[in-house]
């Protein structure tokens, strides 16, 4: 599933959204098991990176100027218990929300946002697309015809669909997910804009694209499965172990799973399964951080483990010493004489 998000929408996460940032997070999974290709243009990096500090100041603006709270009553209201206890509310309300933001501004400097980490590991594991001279000059000319998408005076709309049009392979449908009205239509803004439409179709009728205003519809549409990103990502890796066709995703698999204490019993026995029946974790299993990993995974919970499996995962773990090993042994233990 191919899939493209606007800068607009990452940097929602950062001022008033209805988005949560848990949907980010089902996505981190989603690309991370190859279930979606998401396409980030170097554009997109450079303008979240450029804006993010001014969203947060709009997003701080608009808090501090939708403060409610009053101190002031009128003389009836002080011969009242309620009144004291509404004074002493509203001071510790004051205290907590300077608080608030003596941490928020702290964070904005440091980049401590969850947001922060979750969109870094997002863009982290993205298809990066490097704006070429070639890309940019045809989003200048595009800019300079007029045609859509883009901004009076800025180029960064046209540069992004420019890398999309030469990026995206054909015969796929791109998922496309904005609340930019550059790209929607002008006779109704639920649609993409048909300009835009008839070029991405142009050489191929198959290759279509399917607009959403949220990220959260997308998710709720495409895998409706999702509920947890953690839960889901705990299922894929369990699974996707019994199949691992290297040693390096086998170690990157585990080292994830190992974040986790709370697998379920089909998820534990997936692993242990994986561990006894597939060579490209069996063969690393006396590695020392795969080996740390499954005893991390198992320790203490050897009695949900199917017994057959368990008795050659113990096996594997704590490998009973050849003969040939002893006499090596004892051969060096006498300094070497026959």
Not at 65 to 92: G, S, V, W
Not at 106 to 119: C, H, L, R
Not at 125 to 149: F, M, Q, T, W
Not at 155 to 168: K, R, Y
Request: glycine share 2%; hydrophobic share 35%.
């Amino acid at each position: 599933m191919h899939l493209f998000i606007d800068t607009n929408i990452y940097l929602s996460f950062f001022h008033y959204s209805k988005d949560d940032l848990e949907e980010l997070r089902k996505l981190v999974v989603l690309v991370r098991a190859n279930k979606v290709v998401l396409y980030l243009p170097e554009q997109v990096q450079d303008e979240f990176y450029r804006n993010r500090d001014a969203k947060i100041a709009d997003a701080l603006k608009r808090f501090n100027e939708n403060e409610k709270l009053t101190a002031n009553y009128p003389q009836i209201c002080k011969q009242y218990e309620e009144y004291a206890e509404l004074q002493r509310l509203i001071r510790d309300y004051q205290v907590k929300r300077n608080t608030l933001l003596e941490k928020i501004k702290k964070d904005i400097k440091q980049e401590q946002f969850k947001a922060d980490a979750v969109i870094k590991e997002l863009f982290s594991v993205a298809h990066n697309i490097k704006v070429s001279d070639d890309i940019l000059n045809r989003a200048k000319r595009r800019y300079e015809l007029g045609n859509p998408p883009g901004k009076k005076g800025s180029l960064g709309d046209a540069i992004n669909w420019e890398c999309l049009l030469e990026t995206v392979p054909k015969m796929t449908v791109l998922y496309f997910i904005a609340n930019d009205g550059d790209y929607f239509s002008e006779t109704n803004d639920e649609d993409f804009s048909h300009f835009l439409v008839k070029e991405w179709s142009k050489n191929n009728m198959w290759r279509q694209i399917l607009l959403y205003r949220r990220l959260t519809d997308f998710i709720r549409e495409r895998f409706p499965e999702i509920k947890l990103a953690d839960d889901y990502e705990r299922d894929i890796l369990t699974k996707d172990l019994l199949t691992s066709p290297t040693f390096a995703t086998t170690r990157s698999m585990l080292r994830r799973l190992s974040r986790y204490s709370d697998l379920t019993s089909t998820q534990l026995n997936d692993v242990v399964a994986a561990a006894v029946t597939n060579d490209q974790v069996y063969w690393i299993i006396q590695d020392n951080d795969i080996n740390q990993y499954i005893r991390q995974l198992i320790n203490g919970r050897e009695n949900q483990i199917e017994e057959t499996n368990l008795k050659k995962l113990l096996a594997l773990l704590n490998p009973t010493p050849k003969p040939e090993d002893d006499l090596t042994s004892l051969h060096e233990f006498n300094g070497g004489d026959s």
